[in-house]
């Protein structure tokens, strides 16, 4: 069964519709939340990515700031601009959309876990090292858990010693260890965070138990253009060259 794992979409059409050509086929979609928020197509998006029917739809922090449940103030200023924004933007079909989505799904099927943030904190806690990880794998009962939120693409595995930090390189499969347990984070779509402005993605093989981050070039500039003409914060637009 092939997986196509998605995740922080934030709004950029360009850069999904780059990663759904490139992935073409899958068994199912799985999105760990923040469709909305930094980038100029909330709608666009939303409706995008309800067309995929994903199997899992998970709700994100900025989801949740675009709907009013959590409140921006501990957002940075241009993050709450944007959150202001794109709640003006949304439908009353996206609003359902986006409220129907969860904080935390199990598929013990295949002994998976999904969350935005964090396994304590699905909305809004970012795993950011391996301590952070460490402390994760404690709140959560399956073999594998995938994360989202921070935009950053890395495996930590709970080894006996601690936990390991295992880089992905685009396109060359990480096999998982059966019985091993793992933490894993496909990077963000819209806005990636790791120095490599090219949207990323992951791949999920179940039966043959390996995950392959996938990194794609789409227009950016088209997303900045957008960006500037919505009179959003510049420097959202000027972040995405650097991929960060
Ligand atoms: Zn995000």
């Known amino acids: 069964m092939q997986i196509v794992v998605l995740s922080d979409i934030h709004a950029n059409m360009e850069a999904l519709e780059a990663v759904l050509s490139h992935a073409s086929g899958w068994d199912e979609l799985w999105f760990l939340g923040d469709a909305v ?40 200023p ?8 794109t709640r003006e933007q949304l439908g009353e079909r996206s609003r359902e959309r986006l409220s129907a989505a969860r904080p935390r799904v199990e598929l013990p099927e295949h002994s998976i876990t999904l969350v935005h943030g964090s396994p304590r904190q699905p909305i809004r806690e970012y ?37 390991l930090r295992i880089g992905m390189e685009p396109g060359i499969p990480v096999a998982l260890e059966p019985e091993s347990r793992y933490l894993i984070n496909p990077g963000s779509v819209g806005q990636p965070r790791d120095g490599d402005p090219r949207a990323a993605y992951l791949r999920f093989d179940l039966q043959a138990c390996e995950v392959t981050l996938h990194r794609v070039a789409y227009p950016i500039e088209a997303t900045q253009t ?8 510049p420097r959202l637009a000027a972040r995405l060259e650097y991929g960060w």
């Open 226 to 233: 957008k960006i500037l003409a919505a009179e959003l914060p």
């Open 37 to 76: 928020g930094y980038g100029p197509d909330p709608e666009g998006c939303v409706e995008r990515l309800a067309a995929l029917e994903p199997a899992v739809w998970l709700a994100g922090n900025h989801d949740h700031a675009a709907l009013g449940i959590i409140d921006t103030s501990e957002f940075n």
């Open 127 to 163: 795993i950011l090292n391996a301590a952070g990880a460490a402390e994760n794998f404690e709140h959560f009962a399956t073999e594998r858990c995938l994360f989202g939120h921070t935009h950053v693409p890395i495996v930590y595995l709970q080894a006996v010693d601690g936990v």
């Open 78 to 85: 241009e993050a709450r601009r944007a959150a202001e924004w």
